[in-house]
């Protein structure tokens, strides 16, 4: 039995439609049952069905084309519109009409509305007719929004460091960007272009473009991600190179420090070792050469913090043994740098504590105990301090019967 609300929404559709369809027949110009039927047929599929098959495609097509032509933008999406959004459309007519749908809210300046209308059609038709053409565009937008970025850093030039974003007030009646959020919406946008073409002639300025700007902002693993993936799929793009520089940077900064995972500095510098064999403007350019200089110099002395801060580890937990030889990798390693010097008087230190029997215990309480406690009231130690004086022991021999006596070859034994 069909509860009260199932009664209540039938009853109200009924009434609906009974209203729809009096408004068919009494409005001007329904002379004939056919006018009456097509009306009422248009009316219900607007607002019950999402498609149905409309037999005027091509004249709308025409009508909104000539709209266009005119200069009547306006009239012209709304009639690009209708075309668009009938789910029964052939799909080369509907993917038309959704990007003329674009092109109006461009030529009137409506940008964001316009980018919005190109993601669409992407994602509506990813490998239609207008793909490259709405990339295009959106990339066109995204330079237009990114003058405001550029323009921050020239005002911002005096500035070291990280650039954080400062809020601005944009003038709301400029209907040519977004009133807030620009920068993320032209983030997003760059995404897009490079994600739906991604062997297009756009694909790698959207790439850089949104690893500098997250560069910039102190988002480096976003920037590394950004700048590898152009080295990687756009060989041939001549912002290839000052990818690579960025991509390295972007690698060592994006560690958060030596006590963290240690591979992206690993990649940063076989990304380095890539450079300069494969680029020759990196190492022939002085400027750039220099930049590369430096940012090996900044992994090389990340890498050497990270084995110091190990072997730091070790000796503070407790074992010499592992401290001493991390020690010693960090003064072949890295020699010539503050580490090294570090490394060796550390090194040395320990290596005189175990030569005399009081290996440093840590700073685990229970192991400074341990170690206080075998000091006072613990036996002395019968082994030699040094191999010197292991020498001059006289050497104990076993017990007759107790090693077995090696016969030379041929021999018989013929005794116990």
């Known amino acids: 039995m069909a509860s009260s609300a199932e009664t209540t929404f039938r009853a109200t559709r009924q009434w609906l439609v009974v209203?729809?369809?009096?408004f068919a027949l009494l409005a001007p110009g329904c002379k004939a049952w056919s006018s009456?039927?097509?009306?009422?047929?248009?009316?219900?599929?607007?607002f019950f069905e999402t498609g149905y098959e409309d037999p005027k495609v091509p004249e709308k097509m025409t009508e909104a084309q000539a709209l266009y032509a005119e200069g009547k933008y306006e009239k012209a999406?709304?009639?690009?519109?209708?075309?668009a959004d009938n789910t029964q459309n052939p799909a080369g007519t509907a993917e038309t009409a959704r990007f003329m749908m674009a092109e109006c809210r461009y030529a009137r300046g409506q940008y964001p509305e316009a980018v919005d209308t190109y993601h669409k059609l992407l994602n509506?038709?990813?490998?239609?007719a207008h793909r490259r053409e709405s990339c295009a565009r959106m990339f066109e937008i995204c330079d237009y929004w990114l003058d405001d970025f550029r323009a921050e850093l020239t005002r911002r030039s005096g500035e070291e460091g990280v650039l954080r974003w400062h809020p601005e007030w944009k003038n709301p009646l400029d209907k040519t960007r977004p009133l807030v959020g620009q920068e993320g919406r032209t983030l997003e946008a760059l995404d897009h272009i490079w994600t739906h073409d991604m062997t297009g002639p756009t694909a790698d300025k959207a790439l850089f473009w949104c690893g500098y700007v997250n560069y910039v902002r102190g988002n480096?693993?976003?920037?590394?991600?950004?700048?590898?993936?152009l080295v990687e799929m756009h060989k041939e793009s001549p912002l290839r190179p000052q990818a690579m520089s960025y991509a390295i940077q972007a690698k060592n900064n994006a560690t958060g420090g030596a006590e963290y995972d240690g591979r992206k500095c690993a990649e940063a510098l076989q990304l380095v070792y890539v450079a300069e064999a494969t680029l020759p403007e990196l190492t022939q350019v002085?400027?750039?050469a220099d930049k590369l200089t430096r940012a090996k110099f900044a992994i090389r002395y990340q890498q050497a913090e990270k084995d110091f801060r190990m072997a730091e580890y070790y000796e503070r937990t407790g074992h010499p043994g592992s401290a001493v030889f991390y020690y010693e990798l960090v003064r072949r390693r890295y020699a010539a740098t503050r580490y090294a010097e570090l490394a060796t008087d550390r090194k040395e230190h320990l290596v005189a504590l175990m030569k005399e029997g009081k290996p440093a215990p840590g700073r685990d309480p229970f192991a400074i105990v341990q170690a206080k406690w075998k000091e006072v009231f613990g036996k002395p130690s019968t082994l030699p301090a040094t191999a010197d004086e292991a020498e001059k022991k006289e050497p104990v021999l076993p017990a007759a019967g107790t090693m077995p006596v090696q016969l030379p070859a041929g021999a018989v034994q013929t005794g116990p």
Request: charged content about 30%; cysteine-free.
């Open 124 to 128: 509506d038709f990813p490998t239609g």
């Open 77 to 83: 999406l709304k009639a690009f519109r209708e075309v």
């Open 19 to 22: 209203a729809f369809a009096a």
């Open 36 to 46: 009456f039927k097509e009306r009422s047929k248009t009316i219900s599929t607007t």
């Open 220 to 229: 480096f693993q976003e920037a590394d991600h950004f700048f590898s993936t």
């Open 286 to 288: 002085p400027e750039m």
